[in-house]
Structure formats: C-alpha cells, structure tokens
C-alpha cells in the first residue's frame, strides 16, 4: 500500500482498463479478469469516460455491482469536459455508467484548453457536492506540475497518472523525484509498455532466474520505486493473476544493475511520453 496526500491508503498494484470493453465478444472475459483482480487485492480500478466512448465505465459498473467497498475507483474527464460546468455533466454521465453516486479518485485525462484555474475550481466544486472524493490530473509533465502547483487549491491533488515502465524511464529524472518529495503517488499506466519490452533478453534472463515471467519482473521493478502505483490491464484471468503474483517477487542487487544496464535510467531531462 501507499498513502495519498490525504492519507488515503491505496494499494501499489491495481488493474486499467484502456481499451477493455470496447468488444462484446470479449466482455465476459474482461469482466472475469477485473473480478478475479478484486478477490487477488488489486482493489484500485482505473478507467475514463474516453476509453471506449464510456463502454469501459459500463463494464466496470458491471464487476463492481454488490461490490462497490471493495473498490478504489478512479475515472477521468476528457480535456474538452473540464470546464467548471462542463465538468459537472461528465462526471454525472461517469457516475450513471459506473452505476455509482461517488469516485473516489478523478482525474483530468490531459492537458486542456481551459484555464487551470476553472479545472482545479470543478473538481472542488465536484468535491463540495460529494460526487468525488478527490481528484488529480494525467499526462502533465514537470512543467505542468510546477505550474499548476502555484494555483489556488492544487495542494488537494492527489496524484499524476503518466507513461511508466522499464522501456520508458524519462519520469524518473525530474517528474518522480518532484512528486516524491510532496509525497504525491506516480501512477504509471502501461507498465508493461505495448508488448515489445516483454520480449527484452535481458528481462527473460532475470525471468529465468526467479522462475517468473517477463511481465512480472517488469512490474517488480517498478513496484520498489518509491510512491509509485502500477495499473497494468489485464483482459483474462490467467494474465490478471500472473500481474498479481508480481507481488511477491524480490529482486536483488545483480537483478537491479542487470535491468539498469538494459534499460539505463535517464541522465537529463526527456520530453513526457504519452501513448
């Protein structure tokens, strides 16, 4: 577990959902997956109004059904829908998909051509109605964050949802480290990347030595960083099992050097990665 600002304990692994619930024919399974993630632990489900136009929203209000304490859910406002009033009617619209009355995380999906200001005024507005919890943004970079940071009621964000894994490491020269030091969770979506990172020699090999796989060394490594909160996606049980039993993983000093000189951490300032 790991604490929000707040205090809120969230657990370090949960389950995203980018494009589950974009095909009836896989539904079921993805319901299964996002099911067997609750009883593992992986409590924390993330999800938006964007993926799927809201069919991934409808999918989770499906697995979360008589299950709603069991779960720390989190949605996002598309950037065109954060305005103060616009905002408002999107999370009402999430809310009515998901088939609950509260988030408990929300979060502006990226950066908007409204004023930050007006975002941050909706989301305490959002607050004060007790239609979220709390809210935090996705995709802002270093610049974005130190900005948004001189704002009148920034201090209430909880976190900042961008591109994490061992193929993509560019947080980890600015970004993480400020966000540690206010003690804010990165929450890194697709930290298994897109497929390719899974096929590295150098992560098989240290695979091979923990009787694990690929994926779960990925995930084990970037679960020892500080303040970071993985949501990969899993769509059948097997690979929604396989994510969870990350967690038991210890890595090692030889297995640390070994994915550094594979995946070298960065050494000046890159550009935010978004996919």
Known sequence: MTALPDGTLIPVLGQGTWEIGDSLRTGDAEQ????????????LIDTAELYGNGASERLVGEVIQGRRDEVFLVSKVRPENAGEMS????????????????????LLHWESRHPMDEIIAGFEE?????LIARWGVSNLDIRAMTIM???DGAEHCQTNQVLYHLGSRGVEFDLLPWM????????????LGRGELLEHPALIAVADRHGATPAQIAL????LREGVVLIPKASTIAHVEDNAAALEIQLDGEDL?????AFPPPTSEQPLDII
Do not use: F, H, K, N
């Open 32 to 43: 299964a997956a996002l099911s067997r993630g609750l009883d593992l632990g992986l409590s």
């Open 87 to 106: 905002m408002m009617l999107a999370c009402e619209r999430s809310l009515e998909r998901l088939g609950v009355d509260r988030l408990d995380l929300y």
């Open 126 to 130: 959002l607050v004060d109605e007790g």
């Open 149 to 151: 940071e001189g704002i």
């Open 180 to 191: 540690q030091e206010r003690t804010m969770p990165l929450m890194a979506y697709s930290p």
């Open 220 to 223: 084990a490594a970037l679960m």
């Open 257 to 261: 050097e070994a994915l550094d000189r």
